[in-house]
């Protein structure tokens, strides 16, 4: 527990140091909870439908599991959640204060939790929204009792901080897609920033026009569609597949796709679905996939532009990428382009690490969607 203000100040900094990275979170619940004489701490987003964005919690990974699968994120099965979502951001409470011992001795909910030790808790909302409620909580072994006044003074007095983390890194992520979308928009490309759910979060002016004109694509409730029902389901496998990330080094960069309209029978035009590099931790809402659409013919040009503001490559190095996806050999590149074979395998380094992987094979297979 908290016994100075370098102590708090301490725990202050660590939100704010998790908001900036991106990570730290489970160590400042960590925090959280020591600074209140608690075992636990939770981080926890609930949408208008699941399943759950994030659900940050330092407990057995096990547990945090059971949760998600039994439903607790519903107020109707869980009466913590039910509390929360029926209260101001900033106001407190305490299990004794919305449901009695012998109600939480009956209920499935409270059963199953002093079953993994998570007899009390004290929570709050941070940051309500329509369709989001992004909420923290304590929570204390049952052998450890009700949280005392002191420490619940505490909790509340540092709660202010953590929604002010929270709106920071939120900010951040919110920036992240404008910067994405202004870097697609100066080369041109008719694109668009999806988060984490699938939901576009930003698009260039070209892509603005594509969708009002209902051509080939249209938006509905910030999800795209195609024209067709059978392309709208291969376009959404695509991005939900790219919204995943890339978890293994032979991972593909992106699908590949036409799409048709009934204006220009004849005319498809192709889109990429790119999976976009990935933070450790992220409230779901900074771009993680990018959605370009462009014309029958393979232009490379609109390669290069995709690869450099998704990937923060340069000219050079996606020529490399798209002429490695062509099967081509390090040595075959730089004849091609008129440059020694260390400029290539520099180039090709250079790469690994912003594709995420480690060898020459596996750089292929990420890019060979490319052709």
Request: overall charge neutral; proline content about 5%.
């Amino acid at each position: 527990m908290i016994n100075s203000e370098q102590q708090w100040l301490d725990v202050v900094d660590c939100f704010a140091d998790a908001a900036v990275s991106g990570n730290g979170w489970y160590n400042a619940l960590e925090r959280l909870a020591h600074a209140t004489g608690s075992e636990f701490g939770q981080l926890i987003c609930l949408g208008a439908q699941p399943p759950i964005p994030f659900n940050v919690w330092t407990v057995d990974p096990i547990v945090s599991q059971e949760f998600d699968q039994l439903g607790y994120h519903d107020p109707a099965l869980n009466p913590r959640v039910r509390a929360g979502t029926g209260i101001p951001e900033l106001v407190v409470r305490a299990d004794a204060d919305f449901i009695t011992p012998d109600q939480a001795r009956h209920h499935p909910h409270y059963k199953w939790a002093r079953h993994h030790g998570l007899g009390y808790i004290c929570l709050t909302p941070l940051i309500i929204r329509p369709n989001m409620l992004i909420g923290i909580s304590v929570g204390r072994r049952q052998e450890t009792g009700h949280i005392t006044s002191a420490q619940r003074q505490i909790f509340a007095s540092l709660a202010a901080h953590m929604r002010a983390a929270i709106r920071t890194q939120l900010l951040l992520e919110s920036e992240a897609a404008a910067l994405l979308v202004g870097a697609l928009e100066a080369m041109s490309l008719t694109a668009f920033a999806c988060d984490r759910a699938g939901q576009v979060i930003g698009m260039t002016p070209k892509a603005e026009q594509l969708a009002g004109r209902g051509e080939y694509l249209k938006l509905r409730a910030r999800l795209l569609h195609a024209e067709f029902e059978h392309e709208t389901l291969i376009l959404s496998k695509a991005i939900k597949t790219a919204a995943n990330g890339l978890t293994r080094p032979g991972d593909p960069l992106l699908h590949s796709f036409f799409l048709h309209s009934a204006s220009a029978p004849l005319s498809p035009v192709i889109v990429d679905v790119i999976s976009l590099p990935q933070q450790s931790f992220s409230f779901g809402f900074r771009p993680q996939v990018m959605v370009v659409v462009r014309g029958l013919e393979h232009d490379d040009d609109q390669l290069v532009a995709a690869l450099r503001a998704g990937f923060d490559v340069t000219a050079a190095e996606a020529r490399v990428a798209i002429l490695l996806a062509d099967g081509l050999s390090p040595q075959a590149i730089a004849r091609q382009r008129d440059v020694s074979v260390n400029t290539v395998r520099s180039q090709l380094r250079s790469l690994y690490d912003k594709l995420g992987v480690s060898r020459q094979s596996e750089l292929a297979a990420r890019l060979r969607p490319l052709r």
